[in-house]
């Protein structure tokens, strides 16, 4: 999960670089909707993460997918801790479904 919020951090700092205008010549600015589609979609990774975090592991993946597309190449920091983070999950439930089907064979 640091991961997640490692990547949502940097995202975010990429976001109010470019509504200060960091990555636009002296005079030119930056077009609204660029602003407004880059904040919803961080908007969106965020859910995605709190979704991950509170146990809701594949809807939070895919919402933290669809929410980092728009950062690529720096969503990705946080489309890899999503999926380790929703993986390390699967695995531990993979294994209680082993034990009761042990126990359940009995």
Do not use: Q
Request: hydrophobic share 50%; aromatic share 10%; glycine share 12%.
């Amino acid at each position: 999960m640091k991961t997640v919020f490692l990547g949502l951090g940097i995202t975010f700092l990429w976001w109010l670089g470019l509504i200060n205008g960091l990555y636009m010549e002296p005079g030119e600015s930056v077009p609204d909707v660029l602003i407004y589609l880059t904040g919803a979609s961080w908007l969106v990774a965020l859910l995605g993460a709190l979704m991950l975090w509170s146990g809701k592991h594949k809807p939070g993946f895919i919402l933290v997918i669809i929410g980092s597309i728009c950062f690529v190449p720096l969503g990705l920091i946080t489309v890899y801790g999503a999926r380790r983070a929703s993986s390390r999950n699967d695995d531990a439930s993979l294994d209680k479904r082993r034990a009761l089907a042990e126990e359940n064979s009995r």
